[in-house]
């Protein structure tokens, strides 16, 4: 899958330096080292999400399987801004728990709200939902009373 990803990325004329692979909860993280990393990455990450979806497309019909577990970083930007969404959500879940109220988080992808989801599956005082549609929808997390 690295020399995979490599060679694809290369087609591009992007330049590749590695390939790691890295395993959090349970989703193959393919960290791509580049010195070509804005151009990989594009505005807010347009075109790493757009460059995660093709990989996912790709290897599924290359294996024949359905693995969305699969996830492409570049030169770290994702493990960053993965860390922001878990401190934000972490902040906004003790105001929750503070006030005993519900407060909405920003817009942001499937995965993203994935993270959040698990974040709080297992909380006490915190539920958290999906609410809105396409490039609105966003989690909201929720007071709930422990017995």
């Known amino acids: 899958m690295r020399a995979y990803i490599k060679e ?15 395993v959090v909860a349970a989703h193959q ?5 580049t010195p070509d990393s804005k151009q990989l990455i594009g505005p807010q990450g347009e075109h790493l999400r757009a460059l995660n979806y093709i990989f996912r497309r790709s290897i599924e019909k290359k294996t024949n399987t ?6 492409v970083d570049v030169n770290g930007y994702q493990h960053k801004q993965l860390s922001e969404l878990e ?11 503070t006030f005993k109220s519900s407060a909405d988080m920003t817009p942001m992808s ?22 809105g549609f396409g490039a609105t929808r966003h989690v909201v997390l929720r007071y709930k009373e422990s017995i």
């Open 66 to 71: 359905k693995d969305s577990r699969i996830v």
């Open 87 to 97: 401190q934000k959500a972490t902040l906004l879940a003790e105001r929750v728990r």
């Open 29 to 33: 993280i393919y960290s791509i080292k």
């Open 8 to 22: 694809f990325v290369e087609k591009m004329g992007i330049i590749v330096e590695s390939v790691e692979v890295v």
């Open 110 to 131: 499937a995965y993203e709200r994935m993270i959040v989801h698990s974040m709080f599956s297992e909380d006490k005082n915190i539920t958290t939902e999906s609410e």
